[in-house]
Structure formats: structure tokens, C-alpha cells
């Protein structure tokens, strides 16, 4: 997602001069596009992602619409307190582009594992957050807010290649896109794990449980009315996230069911665990957390088991 970014926003930039991209020491090998068209308006401010914040807000001040690029864990939680007091408070459209949410940069290790950015974001009343389920979802959804008033945060992935099936790069900010319809249960994925959730959907079809698959990419402002009319339709829904399960999706879809006192029972699928030092792969993460096509599948067909029981 973060190539189909830097094309997006060059494109932009020469449409708007007032767009500049400021990045801490991150971005090799992806920024370039961006710092050799416009040289003049990319900052690179060095290991030093809360100084970063500070100097786009007062750019955002002055008239820019600044984008700060990090990892997704530097740029939410290093920065949290500079974002809060600065382009929140303030209503200043500084854009926060978080890279490798969830597993992505999970050789790294923990200090890399970005999985509570949504969650602490989308806290914040007046910041708009999105995480796009593929790259093409990406260019949609910058197209659609860069020029919001308010600050943007953006949860993007590093893949350009994978594309959720039927999602068609749609995007609509406080809309959920619904990818595919079943009547035997329903799933609600968020970011680029979205794919995990559509293959598992898949491979259900093929032993006749029909999914119905959403894709929740605007987190705040959140699709309230389009999830209270969909999970009105099922007993049960499966949320699939990359991140924490306390103040991410599943946390999202539980306020919504509470709130409309829907009767529909949401199972989340996240990660439950604090950090233990864990490493490796974003398969290898996926699946040591549940998150993978496979387990996926697996805890659907239980679920099933389980309301047959009831039954």
C-alpha cells in the first residue's frame, strides 16, 4: 500500500502546492518518487518522530497540508501526545501515515508490532483514521480525504500486490463495503488482513456455508448505520483484525451492537496476548494469533458447531 500512497500523493502534489511530506529516517526504497519530484517539499527531520509532528503542525498552521510518514507504531505511539495537542486540539489537516500495522515488520519484534494504533486513534474525536484493506482501497481513500479540514490518520500495510477479492478499491469515509453476501454467517475485517477473511469465505463456500464479508476501512468517522443494519441480519459476526481486540474493530462492532441492543452474539479475532518476545513472519503471526485463512475457517466452523448445540 505504501507505493500506491507515494503515487497517490505525487499526483496530488501537482495538482496542490501546498501537500509536503515529512519523514524520520524511514521510507527507503518507497519515498523517492515523491523527493526526487518535489525536492523542495520533503523533509527528512532524522530519528525524531515527536519533532516531526510538532514541525508539520505548524505547517498545517501556516497553510500546508503536511503528511508525516513512519511506522506505524512510531507514528501513533511515539507521537501520541504532539498529535493530540497539536493538529487534534488545534483542527489542523496534518496527516499521520502509519506503515506496517499489525505483523508486517513482524521479524522486528514487538517494539514493531503495530497493534494498538487503531485503537488509540480512533479515541480521538476529530481525527479522521482509515486503514485500507488493499492498495487500491489505499488510493481511493487518500483521494477521498486529503483534503479533509482536520488531521487524517492513515493505517497502511506494505504490500502492493495482494487485492481483497470484490472490494474493487472502494471507498466511502464513514462507509462499511460489504465484499461478499452468505446468509450462514457474517465476517467484519478491517485492514489488510481483510484478505485472510476472504479467502476463509472462500474456502467456506466450498463446504456450503455462505459468509457475508465486510470491510470496515473508515474507523473514524465509523460506519455505525451500515453496521447496525448488517449485523441486525445475523446472530453472529466474526471480526478480524491485525491489532488488539480491546479498542480496535471488535471493540467498534461490540459498541454498535450494545448500543442498538442488537441479539447478535460477536466473536473477535485478534490478538489477545500481551507481547512475549514473539518474532517472525506475518503468516507465521497470523496463525500464531489465530488470524490466518486457515484458522479463520476453523474457528467459523466451531462457532457454527456451538449454535447447533444451542439449537
Request: aromatic share 8%.
Amino acid at each position: 500500500m505504501r507505493s500506491a500512497f507515494v503515487q497517490t500523493i505525487v499526483e496530488l502534489a501537482r495538482q496542490d502546492s501546498r501537500i509536503l511530506l515529512l519523514t524520520a529516517d524511514l521510507g527507503y526504497m518507497a519515498l523517492e518518487p515523491f523527493a526526487e519530484t518535489f525536492p523542495d517539499r520533503f523533509f527528512n527531520v532524522g530519528v525524531a518522530e515527536q519533532n516531526m509532528v510538532g514541525v508539520a503542525t505548524g505547517l498545517a498552521e501556516a497553510g500546508y497540508i503536511p503528511f508525516v510518514y513512519s511506522i506505524a507504531t512510531f507514528a501513533s505511539l511515539r507521537t501520541y501526545e504532539f498529535i493530540r495537542n497539536g493538529p487534534v486540539l488545534h483542527h489542523l489537516p496534518v496527516r499521520i501515515v502509519g506503515v506496517g500495522g499489525g505483523f508486517e515488520y513482524g521479524p522486528a519484534g514487538p517494539t514493531h508490532h503495530g497493534l494498538e494504533d487503531a485503537g488509540v486513534m480512533r479515541m480521538q474525536p476529530g481525527l479522521t483514521v482509515i486503514s485500507p484493506a488493499d492498495h487500491q482501497q489505499t488510493r481511493s481513500a487518500i483521494e477521498a480525504t486529503w483534503n479533509l479540514p482536520g488531521p487524517v490518520y492513515y493505517r497502511l500495510g506494505k504490500d502492493d500486490k495482494t487485492i481483497v477479492p470484490g472490494l474493487d478499491g472502494k471507498f466511502e469515509l464513514g462507509r462499511a463495503q460489504t465484499i461478499r453476501h452468505g446468509d450462514d454467517m457474517l465476517i467484519i475485517a478491517m485492514g489488510s488482513v481483510a484478505s485472510e477473511a476472504a479467502a476463509a469465505a472462500a474456502d467456506l463456500e466450498e463446504q456450503g456455508i455462505a459468509c457475508t464479508v465486510v470491510v470496515v476501512a473508515s474507523l473514524n468517522p465509523a460506519p455505525l448505520d451500515d453496521l447496525a443494519k448488517v449485523l441486525g441480519e445475523f446472530s453472529m459476526a466474526v471480526t478480524v483484525e491485525a491489532h488488539y481486540v480491546v479498542g480496535g474493530l471488535g471493540s467498534l462492532v461490540s459498541e454498535v451492537v450494545a448500543e442498538n441492543g442488537l441479539g447478535c452474539q460477536v466473536v473477535r479475532r485478534g490478538v489477545w496476548t500481551a507481547a512475549d518476545g514473539s518474532s517472525g513472519s506475518q503468516d507465521y503471526m497470523h496463525r500464531l494469533h489465530g488470524l490466518s485463512r486457515e484458522a479463520l475457517v476453523e474457528t467459523i466452523l466451531h462457532e457454527l458447531d456451538a449454535c447447533e448445540v444451542m439449537k
